[in-house]
């Protein structure tokens, strides 16, 4: 299988900050990641596929890039609502899957 | 737009089956690809499979054979049976859309339900 590795785990910030998520697979995966937003209690949110294709009605806050192993999810000017978890996913080869998550704290 | 809602017990003793349904509302089951994904306490999500409206599956091997997919066209649904359960297949399962971009084979999933906590305990 292949291995997704995010860091960090856990990161702090404030509203309006500029923060960026790490997302590196184990093998090649070409741009075939995908981001995706966790919140408790609520569907989870397709964020970015293609690893910087921004999903329909996706804030243009929300950028990500990369491409072969090493990937970023980038969010600028925090806004409350952006305080969650933050999981990447190879969708090269199956099973599909996903990195540990990154928790994104006031 | 597409909603999803699972549904199934919140408690399962060990060594018996897990089963879950999905109800997909505002579209058709048909010709699409459905996943179902779990998160158990404190870990990250785990891809379980996706089964095709056609009835085309694909598992992950971790779970050594104990997934069953099974589709319901007729109610626009689709099912999860996860046999021989343990306490590590205590999690919060989501059922999703597989989506495949047109002529390519990107993919990504989306939408999600809001996940329903199966715990297994006697």
């Known amino acids: 299988d292949i291995q997704m590795t995010q860091s960090p785990s856990s990161l702090s910030a404030s509203v309006g900050d500029r923060v960026t998520i790490t997302c590196r697979a184990s093998q090649s995966i070409s741009n075939y990641l995908n981001w995706y937003q966790l919140r408790p209690g609520k569907a989870p949110k397709l964020l970015i596929y293609a690893a910087s294709s921004l999903h329909n009605e996706v804030p243009s806050r929300f950028s990500g890039s990369g491409s072969g192993t090493d990937f970023t999810l980038t969010i600028n000017s925090l806004q409350a609502e952006d305080f969650a978890t933050y999981c990447c996913q190879q969708s090269h080869t199956a099973p599909f899957t996903f990195g540990q998550g990154t928790t994104l704290e006031i | 737009q597409v909603q999803l809602q699972e549904s199934g017990p919140g408690l399962v003793k060990p060594s018996e089956t897990l089963s879950l349904t999905c109800t997909v509302s505002?579209?058709?089951?048909?010709?699409?690809?459905w996943s179902w994904i779990r998160r158990p306490p404190g870990k990250g999500l785990e891809w379980i499979g996706y089964?095709?409206?056609?009835?085309?599956?694909n598992y992950n091997p971790s779970l050594k054979s104990r997934a069953t997919m099974s589709v319901d066209t007729s109610k626009n649904q689709f099912s999860l049976r996860l046999t021989s359960v343990t306490a590590a297949d205590t999690a919060v399962y989501y059922c999703?859309?597989?989506?495949?971009?047109?002529?390519?084979?990107?993919?990504?999933?989306?939408?999600w339900g809001q996940g329903t906590l199966v715990t297994v305990s006697s």
């Open positions: 089964i095709r409206y056609s009835g085309t599956t």
């Open positions: 505002g579209g058709s089951i048909s010709p699409n690809y």
């Open positions: 999703a859309r597989l989506n495949y971009g047109s002529g390519t084979y990107y993919n990504w999933i989306d939408p």
